[in-house]
């Protein structure tokens, strides 16, 4: 879908590649087809999974015109864009913002709690595969589905997706899974001065980073502080 | 060794085809990446503490609309394969295992940033592949587009096969000679960084979940 993303026009090419299929059979004739093509090649993005319910509505909206309904080729565009940018910014703030990193979140957790103990710790990537793909595939192949037979009306879906709730509860329980982690990783068999300097270090890392100071620098920052450290003491 | 290096790297391309290209079954995480090239290498658990680490730093990390954060896949590749394959050519023990880890840990970690200035150059390379298709589609050239889709998948492929092929030949090279280099208490530091990097990946998820911005809805 984003291999030929681009920063002119984005998606446009995946999209119509995907399309393509849906267009080649509502235009048997090579002239209307190239033209249909042509339409296609405007503007286009979105976030990859809820593409597929742009998909499914443009498919449909096709269809209709290639029937001789009142579909104008201009309401297929204006479609397209308004719905691709509210799909975007909900699907980043679900995806990318909650569902990913929470998901990632529990399987680390279970590596690092339980790997000493336990064998199957290597079980951890592939829950979190299960866990992530079960929403994303959801996403994919509903989205699809109601796309083409709500039309626009799929909006109202949305609301029954819950999808406020999902990223407000992952929030708040990956919070709290990575407090029980802290609470778990100090009361290893360590020194209680390495106890102590593993907090300082958990605390200063949550301030430093709400300055917006990268993970990558913070890592350097670290290796700086305990080489001066090692000389010092 | 070098069958390993080359079996790596094509694995990386692959791994990072799923970033954006296709798929994006997420198999390009960290978590999962790692793991797997440590199966493949033979060290299954170094794998997945690597993964592990290198998935808690990056935990935040999301691409909004058009921006293109660091690559994590490339980094995790790298990381875990050098670690794998150089740990054996050193006297390690278990004293400096971490600090070694560390070094290899920093030094790739910028590899990341300069894949993602590539990936940009690339995708602004991808906006001729629209041009050529404005002018070739009106000429009823329509075959055109899945060329031009599976060619452009194949660069991404190729992107990534090379970097990490790349990376790895010269890390695998560089490393062992750097790391004997080091001098003794630097050697202490970093292995007291290593054991506190949890710390690190443990506060940057803190922070990813305590921004929520969202009051829980009715």
Redesign the interface.
């Known amino acids: 879908?984003?291999?030929?993303?681009?920063?002119?026009?984005?998606q446009?090419?995946?999209f119509?590649?995907i399309l393509?299929p849906v267009l080649n059979k509502l235009y048997p004739e090579?002239e209307k087809?190239?033209q249909s093509?042509?339409r296609h090649?405007e503007f286009f993005?979105t976030h990859?999974?809820f593409a597929n319910v742009l998909v499914g509505i443009v498919a449909r909206l096709e269809e209709e015109m290639a029937k001789g309904g009142e579909v104008k080729p201009e309401e297929i565009s204006t479609v397209k864009m308004s719905m691709g940018g509210a799909f975007?910014g909900i699907g980043?703030s679900l995806f990318?913002?909650a569902w990913?990193?929470?998901t990632?979140?529990v399987?680390?957790v279970l590596?690092?709690i339980y790997?000493k103990k336990w064998e199957g710790?290597?079980l951890?990537?592939l829950i979190?595969?299960f866990l992530?793909?079960f929403l994303?595939f959801h996403t994919r192949i509903k989205g699809v589905m109601k796309g083409y037979e709500k039309k626009t009306k799929v909006v109202r879906l949305l609301e029954k997706m819950?999808y406020?709730?999902t990223?407000?509860s992952s929030?708040?329980i990956?919070?709290a899974l990575?407090?029980l982690?802290?609470v778990v990783?100090l009361f290893r068999d360590w020194r209680a001065i390495?106890r102590l300097?593993?907090?300082a270090?958990?605390?200063s890392?949550?301030l430093l980073?709400?300055w917006r100071i990268s993970?990558?620098k913070?890592?350097?920052l670290?290796?700086g502080?305990?080489?001066?450290?090692?000389?010092i003491f | 060794m070098i069958v390993e290096i080359f079996v790596a790297s094509f694995i990386g391309g692959l791994l990072s085809l799923d970033v954006s290209a296709w798929g994006q079954i997420m198999v390009c995480r960290p978590i999962v990446c790692g793991p797997l090239i440590g199966l493949l290498l033979g060290d299954l658990k170094t794998g997945l503490i690597i993964g592990v680490l290198l998935e808690l730093i990056w935990i935040n990390v999301i691409s909004v609309g058009a921006a293109i954060p660091p690559d994590a896949t490339i980094v995790a590749v790298t990381c875990t394969t050098l670690i794998m394959l150089t740990e054996r050519m050193l006297p390690l023990g278990n004293n400096f295992q971490g600090s070694y880890r560390m070094v290899v840990l920093a030094l790739t970690m910028p590899l990341g940033e300069i894949f993602t200035r590539i990936d940009i150059k690339q995708r602004k390379l991808n906006a001729h592949f629209v041009h050529y298709l404005d002018r070739e589609i009106p000429k009823g050239n329509l075959k055109a587009l899945g060329k031009v889709n599976y060619f452009s998948l194949f660069l991404f492929f190729l992107k990534g096969f090379l970097f990490s092929l790349i990376a790895i030949s010269a890390g695998v090279y560089f490393l062992p000679k750097l790391f004997s280099c080091l001098p003794y208490g630097v050697l202490t530091g970093l292995n007291f960084a290593y054991r506190l990097i949890p710390a690190l990946g443990l506060a940057i998820a803190f922070n990813t979940f305590r921004g929520f911005r969202y009051r829980f809805p009715d």
Request: proline share 3%; hydrophobic share 55%; charged share 10%.
């Open positions: 879908m984003q291999s030929v993303w681009n920063f002119e026009r984005m446009n090419l995946g119509l590649y393509a090579k087809r190239i093509y042509k090649l993005n990859p999974y975007g980043d990318w913002g990913r990193p929470f990632a979140l399987a680390c590596v690092i790997l710790a290597w951890a990537p979190f595969l992530y793909n994303h819950h406020l709730r990223i407000w929030h708040l990956g919070l990575v407090l982690t802290v990783v390495e300097y593993f907090l270090f958990f605390f890392v949550v980073n709400r993970s990558a913070l890592l350097y670290l290796i502080i305990s080489c001066v450290g090692a000389y």
